[in-house]
């Protein structure tokens, strides 16, 4: 389990992670999201004791990242965003290398390894360097490396980066499957990913917690609302579209068109077409939508 309580992260003036707290448990698969910058990775370098938090309190397996950080390290494998490997070592040389630091010998590091190198697909290419490895075969090596000791907690920070189609489907497949037993957070910026793997969200903006919820709440959340685009000819009197019978909200989008927001369910197409006649508005285009989980995302993090 991650458990942490009122984390600050701060540099200087600022706050990177702003008073933040979230539990993370056995078997729970949990997406951390926010734009550049939010503070994810400086959350999940804490949370491996990487960083000293500034003040809060981080625990990782029970353990307490500032008192005890070296037991943090047995429990917890991570794959950071800016992949660190060493180039010159083979696939197999450097697996064995990181398992022989976590404490395997013999035959339990060799199979250990044989088993992840067929796990995360590497098997081709498992008697190459590193260097020579293309950008999403070195994302393997370094989820090979986070799970090698098979810990406790898996913090992943952009798995799926420079991977193809085919690799984020197999890599997902993994995560699916190490977390029926482990906790796992990943951060990522592809939102169906979340949908894919996650059984609850976290989002984080300017340093703070903005959402946490199951997944499948944020999903009802953008289903939760009906979308009328309409596009004039000209200007027109929005407020006299806000007045519609079941208008919750109207807004210009960034291309001249009108959003009008409704509850889901509720179409006012036939409405905007009405008040177009009556008011003599050149109506070019009108059409239904639904909010997407972007959009979501995009209001809690603007």
Same mark, same amino acid.
């Given at each position: 389990?991650?458990?942490?309580?009122?984390?600050?992260?701060?540099?200087?003036?600022?706050?990177?992670?702003?008073?933040? $707290?979230? /539990?993370?448990?056995?078997?729970?698969?949990?997406?951390?999201?926010?734009?550049?910058?939010?503070?994810? $990775?400086? /959350?999940?370098?804490i949370a491996t004791g990487y960083l000293p938090p500034t003040a809060g309190t981080v625990r990782v397996a029970g353990h307490d990242v500032l008192a005890d950080s070296l037991a943090v390290r047995c429990h917890v494998g991570y794959l950071p965003e800016h992949n660190p490997l060493y180039l010159d070592m083979y696939v197999h040389e450097y697996l064995e290398f990181i398992g022989s630091v976590h404490g395997l010998s013999g035959r339990n590091l060799r199979t250990r390894v044989a088993e992840l190198v067929r796990r995360v697909g590497l098997s081709r290419e498992q008697n190459k360097q590193i260097g020579a490895l293309s950008k999403g075969y070195r994302q393997r090596v370094g989820l090979a490396q986070a799970l090698i000791h098979d810990p406790d907690v898996l913090i992943l920070d952009e798995p799926t980066t420079g991977l193809d189609p085919n690799q984020i489907l197999e890599i997902r497949q993994l995560i699916r499957e190490v977390g029926e037993d482990k906790t796992v957070i990943f951060s990522t910026h592809i939102l169906p990913e979340v949908t894919a793997l996650c059984s609850r969200v976290l989002i984080i903006s300017r340093g703070k917690l903005v959402a946490d919820s199951p997944v499948a709440e944020l999903a009802a959340r953008a289903a939760g609302e009906t979308i009328v685009r309409a596009e004039f000819e000209g200007a027109v009197d929005t407020a006299k579209l806000a007045k519609l019978s079941g208008v919750r909200h109207v807004e210009a989008a960034p291309d001249g068109a009108v959003l009008l927001r409704t509850a889901l369910g509720v179409d006012v197409r036939a409405a905007v077409s009405r008040l177009a006649g009556q008011e003599g508005w050149i109506l070019l285009g009108l059409r239904q939508e639904h909010q997407s989980l972007e959009e979501v995302f995009g209001e809690l993090t603007k």
């Open positions: 389990m991650v458990e942490i309580e009122h984390l600050t992260k701060t540099y200087g003036t600022q706050n990177a992670v702003d008073n933040i $707290s979230f /539990t993370a448990g056995k078997g729970e698969i949990v997406g951390f999201l926010g734009p550049n910058g939010a503070g994810k $990775s400086t /959350t999940m370098k």
